[in-house]
């Protein structure tokens, strides 16, 4: 028991979290609110969800990016060559999420519905980037601190998550008009991905 499961102290409550799999919280029972030092499985879970959060921004800056370029670029010159467009993508991808923010606004290429979302996941980005160990590492010694801590992270993902698939159907049904259909959108991503895993490749 000692070596396969390790038990975490959240608020106002003890949770069992096999060590191969800490995301599987089973509540166990009750108990008072502790303060305590964060332990090292704890700590762990806390900078592998960390680290999930920053990748999935980045996610979410190419897919800003991505659509950026087609609808503002590509859209001025009326065609573009893919060396040139990689060239701007390449540019873009220097940016920071709120100068992509910044662009889409000003060409006014999203819905104000959407355009709120990314200021408001923008506002969350900061938080996690540059403020999360600043301005909350000492809260980590409460139960309520480390649920609460963990708790903004995982918003934090799923709002990504939701960004990555609103953007990403914006570019497919944007390109589409342009005479390109979702299969052969589908099928150019996925021969990237099969060249990407070694697939077809002769060895």
């Not at 709002?159 to 159907?169: K, V, W």
Request: net charge positive; with cysteine.
């Amino acid at each position: 028991m000692k070596d396969e499961w390790t038990v975490l102290v959240r608020f106002n409550e003890v949770v069992l979290l096999k060590r191969e799999n800490l995301s599987d919280v089973f509540t166990l029972y009750k108990s008072p609110c502790l303060r305590r030092q964060i332990c090292p499985d704890e700590l762990n879970f806390f900078y592998q969800k960390t680290g999930e959060a920053i990748w999935h921004l980045q996610y979410v800056e190419d897919f800003i990016a991505k659509l950026y370029s087609i609808k503002a670029v590509a859209k001025k010159t009326e065609s573009i060559q893919a060396s040139q467009a990689q060239i701007e993508m390449d540019k873009l991808k220097k940016k920071t999420l709120g100068q992509l923010i910044g662009l889409v606004e000003d060409n006014n290429i999203v819905s104000t519905e959407l355009l709120e979302k990314l200021k408001n996941f923008n506002q969350q980005r900061i938080w996690i980037v540059h403020n999360s160990n600043r301005k909350n590492r000492d809260s980590l010694y409460t139960d309520e601190g480390r649920t609460h801590f963990i708790d903004e992270i995982r918003r934090f993902t799923k709002l990504a998550i939701e960004l990555q698939q609103i953007i990403g159907n914006e570019v497919l049904v944007f390109t589409t008009r342009f005479g390109i259909s979702e299969n052969q959108i589908y099928e150019t991503a996925n021969n990237h991905i099969n060249k990407l895993r070694g697939k077809g490749l002769k060895l």
